[in-house]
């Protein structure tokens, strides 16, 4: 099962489970035109592995080697829900016991004029960033 939870909720649940971690799947080119959370103040770090929905198996054994253990809690972040959706459902069906969507992801759905970050998600809610050198 894949629980669903808000950009500011999962901030808490990061903030409050040591053991929770944090899989964003959005491509190098998103992390580098947009960043990636910052969890340096939690004492964590992002795990970057991009989806490729061509390669599920690639990504379901890289998730493995970055998350052995399937009693970690793992947040997934895309863009806006999506591809994160996806990959919670792959971890929930490869064992692991709390898989979470992250359903506003980092820049949320476009507003009126088309912009992300405006209306919802990691960057709205102005959570912290940063961008990879």
Not at 2 to 22: F, N, P
Not at 78 to 101: D, K, M, P
Request: glycine share 8%; net charge negative; proline share 7%.
């Amino acid at each position: 099962m894949v629980d669903c939870i808000s950009a500011r909720e999962a901030w808490e649940v990061l903030s409050a489970d040591k053991e929770s971690v944090l899989v964003d799947v959005r491509t190098p080119g998103e992390w580098q035109s947009v960043g990636l959370p910052n969890l340096s103040t939690l004492d964590k770090e992002t795990i970057a592995l991009s989806w490729d929905p061509y390669d599920a198996a690639g990504f379901a054994q890289a998730l493995r080697n970055a998350v052995p253990s399937l009693t970690t809690p793992i947040l997934f972040l895309c863009r806006s829900g999506v591809r994160s959706q996806q990959t919670a459902e792959l971890a929930a069906h490869l064992g692991y016991e709390r898989s979470i969507n992250i359903v506003e992801g980092y820049e949320g759905p476009p507003d009126a004029t088309g912009q992300r970050g405006r209306v919802c998600g990691w960057q709205f809610q102005d959570l912290p960033l940063f961008f990879p050198g």
